[in-house]
């Protein structure tokens, strides 16, 4: 599904990613972990195709297709969604009517038909039976005025909406209390299926006590470190991203080498 | 002696203009205020870029341009009467092409009672003398120079009167239609609009053109509301992309009136509207919100003024302008709290958008204060759309173009929202999403 290699990336002028290779198949869900500044965020925002990232070395293979040489609502299209770290507030913009044209607008580029308002609103009605979210958020500009937890969820809830193939989750856990983390968690694990993967990028482990992932990579210094299943997060929550960087400097030597 | 100014082709254009035989001519009074109106016009000619008033409109090139005076041929122009129709507006109908009165286009039978509808060469032609103060006036400053030359050659335009505690259910429209001629051409349009004591009324202006023309047109309207009255007006400006169009009104409002404009400028390569509004009467109130729409090398100018003159006076003026390509805008809202206004509310707010490096909008608010216990505010901003924003709905499917035009729609929703007829209402945001590029 997904097949990144050797993926160098820049923002203003700083190398972030330094050659990550990462694959990820149907039904997956894969968390990438890593200490602060190691390219996390950097690498959903490449994958989503915000600009001001720069690729300057390898490739990413998104369903067969060169993912980068897509525009941000191309890769939607495709079946990429990123749940944003800060969601942002844009008022004088229904929270449905957006999602709707949102929607649509992926449909129409999919060469499928577009969903009329009834229609529309019957899916709604279905996918609020996962999220719990009010009607009354809605009906709001997207957003605007939403406390940190109804971001999340609304994101999460987008996510419902537009059924992702590939879901990139950048760090929804940050900033929610235990209540609404536990209720993300239950969104997530509700749209997990064997054709949908997911990719978490998280600073804590706390999330993955409720999403299991399939695999856990380590990101350090702009690469992927270290893998391994779902018990690497525990090592790490025990001995914390210090033991990650003890064990850098031998990748690092070698790719120099 | 002050040295006579180049002989422009516009002015030289008006040669004939003294000759001209308009409705109304033979009247000794209107001869006369046409003429020195017509006078002090040549004499001043056009303003230049040192008028304050008109610092960031130039009119070099309208200067260099003739004109022909009106078009004789406009009673038989062919004309798709759908083109004029508006959503939500289907009472009486006042229609000109190229500046002069149609009645076959025009939906004048049936008029509800309380409600005098007339074209006003039709007056003229009648009984002029009703309107001998207002058409009699004169112009004194050299920046009111479009009122000058109106005042020398409108024939046509709106007598509109409702008479007092009349409430006038169905909006009136009044439809200004601009269509090709055999060459470019200035038509002038002269209204005056009265509403009585405790009377209301909708208005809808709707400017508009069948066709793509260079025409100019010019408009000055007088518009007085009587004590307790109550006036809803709509306008919408979408005239044709070359043309030209000034547009001058002054609003007299009366004890406890109150006078709600929404206007959407979108048509034009030059406009340029002044409104000069005076609250009169205690407890007068005006609302005026307006968006004006700039792309390819379009020129809109507002200039808005607003006295408060009586006790306890409110205004709130909220205008949004977007830019995009080589647009360029100017606002200016000019606001003056008179001595003795005690008591009076002053809002504006003049928020832009620029959706290209090469967009221009220049703004300017300001507030002058001459009374007690007066609450005022006022505030402009120029800014962009938000990125992150735009990332966010394309990250979500929305084509760029797509997520462009909805922002853009979203920071001028606030404008209509308090508009009254729904239908009306979504007509001008279609067209406003219709003018981005």
Redesign the interface.
């Known amino acids: 599904m997904l097949k990144i290699e050797n993926l160098h990336a820049r923002v203003e002028g700083k190398d972030i990613l330094k050659g990550l290779t990462l694959t990820v198949n149907p039904g997956e869900v894969h968390a990438i972990m890593g200490p602060n500044g190691a390219g996390k965020s950097t690498l959903g925002n490449v994958l989503?195709?915000?600009?001001g990232y720069e690729v300057t070395e390898g490739s990413v293979i998104f369903e067969g297709r060169d993912l980068l040489a897509l525009?941000?609502?191309e890769?939607?299209?495709a079946g990429l969604?990123?749940a944003?770290q800060y969601?942002?507030?844009?008022?004088?913009?229904n929270n449905t009517y957006?999602?709707r044209?949102?929607?649509n607008?992926?449909r129409k580029?999919r060469g499928e038909p577009e969903l009329d308002s009834m229609q529309f609103l019957k899916l709604v009605r279905e996918k609020l039976k996962i999220m719990q979210i009010s009607d009354e958020l809605l009906h709001r500009?997207?957003n605007e005025g939403f406390s940190g937890g109804e971001k999340k969820r609304n994101e999460i809830f987008?996510m419902a909406v537009?059924e992702p193939k590939l879901a990139i989750l950048d760090e929804t856990d940050s900033g929610l209390d235990i209540d609404a983390l536990k209720q993300v968690a239950q969104g997530v694990n509700a749209l997990r299926s064997p054709d949908r993967a997911f990719l978490m990028i998280t600073h804590y482990q706390r999330l993955l006590d409720y999403v299991e992932p399939d695999f856990v990579h380590v990101l350090a210094d702009g690469r992927i470190v270290e893998s391994g299943d779902k018990t690497l997060a525990l090592k790490l929550e025990e001995h914390g991203y210090a033991w990650v960087a003890d064990r850098k400097p031998a990748h690092t030597s070698e790719a120099r080498a | 002696m002050s040295p006579s100014p180049a002989p422009v082709p516009f002015i030289d254009g008006l040669r004939d203009a003294a000759s001209l035989r308009l409705p109304g001519s033979g009247h000794a009074w209107l001869d006369a205020a046409r003429r020195e109106n017509l006078e002090a016009f040549v004499a001043s000619g056009l303003p230049d870029t040192r008028a304050e008033a008109w610092k960031y409109t130039a009119l070099r090139a309208l200067g260099q341009r003739r004109f022909a005076l009106g078009d004789p041929g406009a009673v038989t122009r062919a004309v798709d009467p759908t083109a004029l129709a508006l959503p939500g507006v289907d009472g009486p109908r006042l229609v000109f092409v190229n500046g002069v009165f149609r009645a076959d286009l025009s939906r004048l039978n049936t008029l509800p009672s309380g409600l005098t509808l007339q074209p006003l060469s039709q007056v003229l032609e009648q009984d002029p003398e009703p309107l001998r103060f207002a058409l009699s006036r004169h112009y004194r400053e050299a920046s009111d120079a479009f009122a000058r030359l109106n005042a020398a050659l409108a024939g046509d335009g709106v007598v509109l009167r409702v008479a007092a505690g009349a409430r006038i259910g169905k909006p009136v429209h009044l439809c200004f239609v601009g269509t090709p001629a055999e060459g470019d051409l200035a038509w002038h349009v002269r209204n005056v609009i009265e509403l009585g004591a405790g009377s209301e009324l909708d208005l809808v202006e709707h400017h508009v053109s069948s066709a793509g023309h260079k025409h100019l047109g010019t408009l000055v309207g007088d518009i007085v509301l009587q004590d307790g009255a109550k006036l809803q007006h709509a306008l919408l400006q979408n005239t044709a992309e070359d043309s030209t169009l000034v547009r001058h009104s002054s609003l007299h409002l009366g004890a406890k009136s109150h006078a709600a404009m929404h206007v959407l400028e979108l048509g034009g390569a030059l406009v340029r509207h002044d409104l000069h509004a005076q609250l009169r009467g205690d407890e007068a109130r005006l609302d005026t919100r307006g968006v004006f729409v700039l792309r390819g090398r379009q020129h809109i100018d507002t200039q808005l003024s607003i006295r408060h003159q009586a006790l306890n006076t409110a205004s709130e003026s909220t205008w949004r302008g977007v830019a995009d390509e080589r647009g360029r805008g100017v606002f200016r809202g000019a606001i003056v709290v008179a001595e003795g206004a005690d008591g009076s509310d002053a809002n504006l707010s003049n928020k832009n958008l620029l959706l290209s490096a090469l967009a221009e909008i220049d703004t300017k608010p300001e507030l002058e204060i001459y009374a007690d216990e007066v609450k005022a505010a006022h505030g402009a901003t120029v800014g962009q759309l938000?990125?992150?924003?735009l990332?966010?709905?394309?990250?979500?499917?929305?084509?760029?173009a797509?997520?462009r035009a909805?922002?853009t729609?979203?920071?001028c929703?606030?404008v209509f929202a308090s508009l009254p007829n729904e239908t009306l209402r979504e007509h001008f945001s279609d067209a406003l999403l219709a003018h981005l590029p």
Do not use: M
């Open positions: 989503s195709g915000r600009e525009e941000p609502e890769r939607a299209a969604f990123l944003f969601p942002v507030e844009i008022p004088g913009v957006f999602l044209a949102a929607l607008a992926q580029q500009a997207v987008q537009l | 938000d990125e992150r924003a990332f966010y709905l394309r990250s979500r499917g929305l084509p760029h797509e997520a909805l922002l729609t979203a920071f929703r606030a």
